[in-house]
């Protein structure tokens, strides 16, 4: 008889979680799920209680609540961030803003309230693979950053694989974003390794959410919102090439300033963002999504003409229709 692999094989397996929460059968529901996938949890019924946990013994993982009565899931935040080899950090919250408060001041990942098990798990696997990258490159910082994109560039494939809407289209983007660098004189290197992880915080948004057709849920609205952030952040930490950082953070800004997170316009916005923001878009838009068909050539050639000055920068338009012009496959 086959053996039972799923504990073994999740990044969960052997991680030591110190579950937070003053409702004791959330406490409890959430280690239940985590111990399935291997993990050892401790729990703890109040922030004062977690705070004498977390400096008394080592852990990997701190899933929190966001308010409890005394210290509250952000001075359990404070305090991990504070420890030399600190744990990753998921704060649970019942509301968007306590989440995108959290998310503000470092966290590495929030699920919303009431708690899904599932999601937890899922937030949870995703963050110790990202603490695990933390330590390889703190352990050799000299050679690690480079490769730990790349792992991490490996990880959004293989979630996008599992997503009929999603697959490929980090690599299609790195494809075109090189392309788009070399035309503009930019460090086409230093792009295409943007364009691998530049999604790398949409790890934290549910499929579900990403495949509905429907509006989107607010808490998943502002998922959306922040996930170049988020990406950024967990770069910045594996020792990403700041250059590379920027461009993640504001590979979702606009031309005309009406993009996100920050609101940046035209000379603002790093050039290799907004090399970056031109490749991903138009790599959207050569792939199926829930409410539409994936969009012809000339339809996206059109597109991008049309986004001139407002979503795109001119320079970025020009170079981009150029390369189309004479490597039209990219489009394919």
Known sequence: ???????????????????VDDERSIAAAAARRLERDGAICVTAHSGTEGLERLAAEPFDLVVTDSEMPGASGLDLLAAAGALPDGPAVI???PGSGGAVEALGR???????KPLDPELLAHEASVAAELRTLRATAAAAPAIAAGSVLTVLGEMVNA?????????GFSARTARLAGAFGQALGLDAERLVLAARVHDLGMLAVPSTELHSESAMARPAQHLIRVHPTL?????ERLGADRMVVAAVAAHQERFDGNGYPGGLAGGDIPPLARALGTAAAIAAMCAPRPWRARREPASVLDELRAGRDTQFGPAEVDAALDVLRRVPTLLA
């Open 1 to 19: 008889m086959a053996a039972d692999r799923g504990p073994v094989t999740s990044p969960l397996a052997g991680r030591r979680v110190l579950i």
């Open 91 to 93: 704060v649970m919250a």
């Open 106 to 112: 470092g966290a590495d990942g929030y699920v919303m």
């Open 159 to 167: 979630s996008e694989r599992a997503d009929p809407f999603r697959a």
């Open 231 to 235: 990406g950024a952040r967990w770069i």
